[in-house]
Every structure is written in structure tokens, then in C-alpha cells.
């Protein structure tokens, strides 16, 4: 052999030995688990605090029953009310082509818890319950300070919203303290399809929820139906809307469960129960 045929040789034994090596680094390379970053090279150091990014759903979690359903509740009144005469008596549409006021201040119970503080209270505690079934819920307060919309504003409040859905939360001031009973009120008559059928329907569901709740039904209307042609906030819906009042307040025995945490969270539970039996029907 020819020293040039003994160069060439071992110029290819070390190209083998090189392929080998390389071969094996690639073959050997241990894979990244799942936990360990790939970190790129043109990746650039992270040299600020990155910005907030939206949350985004777990996929692995259901969506909730209600997922589909957008609910406008409406605490009746406000906190503020009665501080501000000129604010709430200023004259707005009732809907039917007149005028009323812009809202009331509302009732309470004979030791003077209010019912703008009750139907705050309750109307948090049923979103709290509908969002957990992934209901979307939209107050048309936010707070219980101040003056809040006016009735013919809560009475559009489902359609501005984009909602299916307005029930208004009330409790009933009526003098005579043997008087009780939960009752809902629905526009009549109708000004709008969704007025008619599909807020009787509502009604019914909400009225059967408090009732199984171990609600007493109104000693005043019977089928605890009562039906308007004055009310804004009924007279503006476009949606099926019920206006319910959820006992009344002079009661003594009403009077108990709404000034305690434990009725308002039956009261918000019967409710949101009632709103459920409703999405399921319709
Ligand atoms: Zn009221």
C-alpha cells in the first residue's frame, strides 16, 4: 500500500469515527419532559415584566348549564334615593306614552331595613348563584349608594344588555302587617310579544321556585299574580320580563327573614331556581 492509499485510509477511519460520534450524540440525546422549557435561541430575555394576559378558559372544565343564558337583574331603587327627592321624582316615559317618576324610594321593614338594601342583597347573592352555572348576569346597579337608573332605563336594560332575560327585584310595602306573601307582576296588557306569553311563563317559574322554596304566596292576588299597566320597568321590557316582589315588608314574620343573611340567601336561591326552570323551558 501506498502511503498516499495509508493517508486516504486513515482519513476515512476518522471520518467514520466522527460519523459515529454524531450518529450517538444524536441517538443518545435524552428527550425534554414535559416540564422543561424549549428555549430558543432567538427567544429575547425577559427583561420587563411581561404584560397581563387574559384569562382564558380551563378547556378542561364543563361549561355550566346555564352557559347560553345572559340575565338582567334589577335591585329595585337605591340607596341614595331618599336623599335625592329632585333626582328621583324627575318625570321620565312610562312607556305607554305618559310620564312617571324616575324611581321611588322604595319601602322597609318597621325596624327600617330598606328594601333597596334588600333587593341589592338578594340580586348579588342570585348572580353569585347563576354565574356559578355560568349564567351571565348583568345588575343594573352596581351599588347601593346614590340614585341609581331611572325605571324606564332598568325596563330597557335586557335589551341594551343584549339579555334573554329581566327580572326585577322588589319586597312589597303594604300597610296592614297581616298582609304577606311573595308575588310577581307582569305588564298588562302586553305592549310587545315578549310581554305577553313568555312573561307569564317566567312569572310562573319564578312563583313555583318560591313557593317550593316554603315561601308563603301573596294573601292579596290570587295565583300571587298581580298585573300593571303602570309600571316602567315592565312597560319598557322587550324581553320577558316579571317584577317581583318577594314579601312584604311590614310582615312581621316577613320582616324576620328579610333582615336576616339566611333568608335573603333563600329568597336569592328561589330565584335563581326560578330563573333556571325558565332557561330549561324555553
Ligand atoms: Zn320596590
Known amino acids: 500500500m501506498s502511503a498516499r492509499a495509508r493517508s486516504l485510509l486513515v482519513a476515512l477511519g476518522a471520518l467514520a469515527v466522527l460519523a459515529v460520534a454524531a450518529l450517538g450524540l444524536v441517538l443518545g440525546a435524552r428527550p425534554l419532559g414535559p416540564d422543561e422549557p424549549v428555549v430558543r435561541a432567538t427567544e429575547p430575555p ?14 378542561t372544565e364543563e361549561p355550566g348549564p346555564l352557559a347560553d343564558l345572559h340575565v338582567v337583574l334589577d335591585p329595585g331603587h337605591n340607596g341614595g334615593n331618599a336623599a335625592a327627592p329632585a333626582e328621583i321624582n324627575a318625570l321620565v316615559g312610562d312607556g305607554r306614552g305618559g310620564s312617571k317618576a324616575c324611581n321611588t324610594v322604595g319601602s322597609s321593614t318597621t325596624s327600617g331595613y330598606p328594601e333597596h ?10 348572580r353569585e348563584i347563576l354565574v356559578a352555572d355560568g349564567a351571565t348576569v348583568t345588575l343594573t346597579r352596581e351599588d347601593d349608594t346614590g340614585v341609581g337608573p331611572c325605571v324606564d332605563e332598568r325596563g330597557q336594560a335586557a335589551q341594551t344588555a343584549g339579555a ?24 298588562e296588557p302586553p305592549l310587545n310579544d315578549a310581554q305577553a306569553e313568555p312573561s307569564r311563563a317566567l312569572a310562573a317559574d319564578l312563583l313555583a321556585a318560591l313557593g317550593a322554596a316554603g315561601f308563603a304566596p301573596s294573601s292579596s292576588y290570587p295565583g300571587a299574580l298581580s298585573e300593571r299597566a303602570d309600571l316602567g320597568t315592565l312597560n319598557w321590557a322587550e324581553r320577558p320580563a316579571v317584577l317581583l316582589e318577594l314579601a ?5 314574620g316577613e320582616a324576620a327573614l328579610i333582615e336576616s343573611e339566611e333568608g335573603r340567601r333563600r329568597y336569592a336561591e328561589a330565584v335563581a331556581a326560578g330563573i333556571r326552570e325558565w332557561a330549561a323551558g324555553s
Do not use: K, W
Open 164 to 187: 334573554d332575560v329581566l327580572v326585577s327585584i322588589h319586597a312589597d310595602g303594604a300597610a296592614d302587617p297581616a298582609v304577606r306573601g311573595y308575588f310577581a307582576i307582569v305588564s
Open 46 to 59: 425577559l427583561t420587563s415584566t411581561p404584560a397581563p394576559t387574559t384569562p382564558t378558559p380551563d378547556p
Open 248 to 252: 312584604e315588608m311590614r310582615n312581621p
Open 117 to 126: 338594601a334588600f333587593t341589592f342583597d338578594v340580586a348579588q347573592r342570585a
